[in-house]
T-cell receptor, first 108, second 116 residues
Framework: KNEVEQSPQNLTAQEGEFITINCSYS?????LHWLQQHPGGGIVSLFM???GKKKHGRLIATINIQEKHSSLHITASHPRDSAVYIC??????????FGTGTRLQVFP | EAGVTQFPSHSVIEKGQTVTLRCDPI?????LYWYRRVMGKEIKFLLH????????ESGMPNNRFLAERTGGTYSTLKVQPAELEDSGVYFC??????????????FGEGSRLTVL
């Protein structure tokens, strides 16, 4: 069992829908990262958080340290949001531990 | 300002050959990380440089992999001799602050390695 689990693995949505991607982890962490990778592209850091909630445009990331759970929300989804979304955690070291990613496809 | 750049973007080699991947971090970033994703699996840590020193190489799979960062600028990752299971995407990332201190991390676009 991975130390970082994401759900769902695959997600399809219609443009405009509200999307939630979940990440659960089993280790103590100092920070959690949400990353985005477009097809054929590099990895882009969306959020780094250690508590509470962060918002950037239509993206919102929340974390519950006690429950070892984080969610990434996308409001008013758009086809350009189609990408793989990856959760990764710092477990008090320099290494990130990654989830397997959630592949999102948003159709017009 | 240039981001993290990696070269080549894709390399196809035969089993037993040698490949060298290069990563140029963001200027001024002392911390450089190599990660790898093999098909269908999660991205995994390979090693971490602080300037030219290897801080942690616990993720390096075996002695066929050699990473260097001479002068503390760009880094190379050499695979010699390459095996089929080395196929995957190799990502480089850099940060100004060490990840243990939760510094923001910047990734390159990855180098896809295919070993036939």
């Amino acid at each position: 069992k991975n130390e970082v689990e994401q759900s769902p693995q695959n997600l399809t949505a219609q443009e405009g829908e509200f999307i939630t991607i979940n990440c659960s982890y089993s280790v103590g962490i100092s920070a959690l990262h949400w990353l985005q990778q477009h097809p054929g592209g590099g990895i882009v850091s969306l959020f780094m958080l250690s508590s509470g909630k962060k918002k950037h445009g239509r993206l919102i990331a929340t974390i519950n340290i006690q429950e070892k759970h984080s969610s990434l929300h996308i409001t008013a989804s758009h086809p350009r949001d189609s990408a793989v979304y990856i959760c990764a955690v710092n477990a008090g070291t320099d290494k990130l531990i990654f989830g397997t990613g959630t592949r999102l496809q948003v159709f017009p | 300002e240039a981001g993290v750049t990696q070269f080549p973007s894709h390399s196809v080699i035969e089993k037993g050959q040698t490949v060298t991947l290069r990563c140029d971090p963001i200027s001024g970033h002392d911390n450089l990380y190599w990660y790898r994703r093999v098909m269908g699996k999660e991205i995994k840590f390979l090693l971490h440089f602080v300037k030219e020193s290897k801080q942690d190489e616990s993720g390096m799979p075996n002695n066929r992999f050699l990473a260097e960062r001479t002068g503390g600028t760009y880094s190379t990752l050499k695979v010699q001799p390459a095996e089929l299971e080395d196929s995957g995407v190799y990502f480089c990332a850099s940060s100004q602050v060490r990840q243990v201190n939760t510094g923001e991390l910047f990734f390159g676009e990855g180098s896809r390695l295919t070993v036939l």
